[in-house]
């Protein structure tokens, strides 16, 4: 089982940029594909990019192009690199590791965009 921990978060104006970063523990990482969903307040959560165990990666349309996801194997970390942020991208930010019934989360951090 891994554990994960999210950071980055803030307050940031609408067109600006921030990079959210996940540390994993436990076992395994290298081999667990990785992803970052958002939730906000009365709606369900939502993924918005993946990443494989090798590197390839998928991304929600309301992302393409503005959002990356990346990883570092030898760091156990994950990131999520954010720009041209939105205000409809305000929302709370999870870190996840595996797929299906057995998909790992973290505790969230928050993201807010300001007009």
């Known amino acids: 089982q891994m554990q994960l921990q999210e950071s980055g978060g803030g307050l940031v104006q609408a067109g600006g940029s921030l990079r959210l970063s996940c540390a994993a523990s436990g076992r395994g990482f290298s081999f667990t594909m990785m992803g970052w969903h958002r939730q906000t307040p009365g709606n369900q959560r939502e993924w918005v990019a993946i990443i494989s165990h090798d590197g390839g990666t998928n991304y929600a349309d309301s992302v393409k192009g503005r959002f990356t996801i990346s990883r570092d194997n030898a760091k156990n970390m994950a990131y999520l690199q954010m720009n041209s942020l939105r205000l409809e991208d305000t929302a709370v930010y999870y870190c996840?590791?595996?797929?299906?019934?057995?998909?790992?989360w973290g505790q969230g951090t928050q993201v807010t965009v300001s007009s």
């Open positions: 996840s590791a595996g797929s299906g019934i057995g998909r790992q």
